[in-house]
């Protein structure tokens, strides 16, 4: 149900931005830029804004699925998740992305990706594993996404989402183990 929510808040935010009469509403207010404070402040609301539909359309399926992979067999840490992984892809970004607006959900799914895959490396449980193939098997193409190519792509975001995730699984399994 979480993940419903965060899409539907996040195409909602996009009509919205539609139909602001000052211009771009994602830009002026949700949208983060790195090492400022305002952009420090905004980094819990940058995941839910977009730049337009074809860029929140070019995220939401790999959100669904990626994050639906995340909150399988952890449902009940799938919250917990999103909101480290929101910070730290977040963190990330706002130290080293270059000047400008960084907004759009490709950082949280990036760390989603990071996440699941690693978690599949770290756990070696067969349904884990299973989701970490599926995951590399739909959006393998991901990792182009971490190189900088063009002007308009927040590569730091999207690397900073993928480090996130990988690092958030590393804890969860030490974490795991000392638990043992």
Excluded at 3 to 18: F, K, R, T, Y
Excluded at 56 to 74: D, Y
Excluded at 84 to 102: A, D, E, F
Excluded at 158 to 172: E, F, N, Q, S
């Amino acid at each position: 149900m979480t993940l419903a929510w965060m899409i539907g808040i996040a195409w909602v935010l996009e009509l919205l931005d539609v139909m602001y009469p000052a211009g771009s509403l994602t830009d002026a207010y949700l949208g983060m830029r790195p090492r400022s404070l305002g952009g420090l402040i905004r980094i819990p609301t940058s995941p839910f804004a977009h730049g337009d539909f074809s860029h929140l359309l070019g995220n939401t399926l790999p959100w669904i699925v990626l994050g639906g992979l995340t909150s399988w067999g952890e449902r009940q840490k799938f919250f917990q998740t999103t909101i480290c992984l929101i910070v730290i892809s977040g963190l990330g970004t706002w130290l080293i992305g270059r000047p400008g607006v960084h907004l759009g959900a490709s950082g949280l799914v990036y760390g989603y990706m990071g996440y699941v895959v690693a978690r599949a490396f770290y756990m070696r449980k067969p349904m884990v594993i299973f989701a970490g193939v599926i995951a590399v098997l739909l959006f393998a193409w991901m990792i182009f996404g971490l190189l900088p190519t063009g002007q308009a792509v927040s590569w730091e975001g999207h690397l900073a989402g993928m480090v996130g995730g990988i690092v958030l699984a590393r804890h969860r399994r030490l974490k795991g183990l000392k638990s043992l």
